[in-house]
């Protein structure tokens, strides 16, 4: 009986070698587990962060239309950052009848802008250099020049003037302070015009 229990024990008992290669996958199934949740949380919190940061402070916006050509192109992808100090010749994204629209600002609030029949800007009787743009062009204005831009509000104007539709027409007037988006700063994608934008 004793000599039967003898070799039913050490038939079955693994060796010192076995036990320690099972303890070893034991640990690293513990320890990958612990690193693969780890990394998981790890992820989910620099995404939520990346989300946060990009509808917060820097807005990820596509361009639609030819309103800004050259300037900016249909389907350029541009960031922007969230501000309320603007200057001439910035360009801005602003919310438009649940749109959201891409200008350049071309004054401020209490400035006199005027625009001559040749497309020639002049901000408090100073003509504003404009190298940005193909052509000059006097545009879709119905309002009554000189025009001065209320408080809180900043005129803007499309860089394609002859089609762009911005301050110079009562449909879109001048910009709230508080429908700016932010200021386009920069175009990722196509990668041929990945760069600042100005």
Do not use: H
């Not at 596509?62 to 800004?68: K, L, N, T, V």
């Not at 994204?93 to 802008?113: Q, S």
């Not at 709230?176 to 988006?181: K, Y």
């Amino acid at each position: 009986m004793s000599r039967n229990k003898e070799k039913f024990s050490s038939a079955d008992l693994p060796s010192t070698g076995q036990l320690e290669a099972e303890l070893d996958r034991v640990i690293y199934a513990k320890n990958y587990r612990t690193v693969l949740r780890s990394t998981i949380y790890t992820l989910i919190t620099v995404a939520a962060i990346a989300v946060l940061v990009a509808v917060l402070l820097l807005p990820v916006l596509r361009i639609y239309g030819s309103s800004m050509n050259p300037t900016l192109q249909e389907e350029d992808i541009v960031v922007s950052i969230k501000g309320s100090e603007f200057e001439t010749g910035d360009i801005v994204a602003f919310y438009y009848n649940n749109k959201i629209l891409v200008k350049r600002v071309i004054a401020n609030p209490g400035d006199w802008v005027d625009i001559d029949k040749d497309g020639n800007v002049y901000v408090n009787n100073q003509a504003i250099e404009e190298p940005y743009l193909d052509v000059k062009a006097f545009g879709d204005c119905n309002i009554e020049l000189p025009y001065q831009v209320p408080e809180s509000r900043i005129f803007v104007m499309g860089d394609n003037r002859d089609v762009s539709v911005d301050s110079r027409n009562t449909s879109v007037g001048c910009v709230a302070q508080e429908q700016v988006v932010g200021k386009i700063v920069f175009c990722i994608w196509p990668f041929s015009r990945f760069g600042k934008v100005q």
